[in-house]
């Protein structure tokens, strides 16, 4: 079982990234996938999720309107694109798998966890 997240990196302010996580080992429709982030001195926290097989989908307030989860089941890959980046974004990103498919935003809900994508957001 593991998860790979990749895509992060260094964007302007008003600009756009797309964060994959793909995974080993899992069907995504069984699962809540989560994306989470951590900025420097701040503790993690829940960013969006996505999760059953109707593939409902949650967002933190900070990202709703700007940030979008999917899941492509085929490639087992899990994104967050993510428009309208704001210096707040910066952050490394994780993606983490939760076993069940109900909803979670917490980390201590997610069993499984990719190594993280740094994004960088400057003004």
């Known amino acids: 079982v593991q998860l790979q997240a990749s895509g992060g990196g260094l964007v302007q302010v008003g600009g756009s990234l797309r964060l994959s996580c793909a995974a080993s080992?899992?069907?995504?429709?069984?699962?809540?996938w989560g994306w989470f982030r951590q900025a420097p001195g701040k503790e993690r926290e829940w960013v969006s999720y996505?999760?059953?097989?109707?593939?409902?989908?949650a967002y933190a307030d900070s990202v709703k309107g700007r940030f979008t989860i999917s899941g492509d089941n085929a490639k087992k890959t899990v994104y967050l694109q993510m428009h309208s980046l704001k210096p707040e974004d910066t952050a490394v990103y994780y993606c983490?798998?939760?076993?069940?498919?109900?909803?979670?935003?917490?980390?201590?809900?997610?069993?499984?966890w990719g190594q993280g994508t740094e994004v960088t957001v400057s003004s």
């Open positions: 996505i999760r059953g097989s109707g593939r409902t989908t």
């Open positions: 080992g899992f069907t995504l429709v069984r699962y809540t």
């Open positions: 983490a798998v939760r076993l069940g498919s109900s909803a979670a935003t917490s980390a201590a809900d997610y069993a499984y």
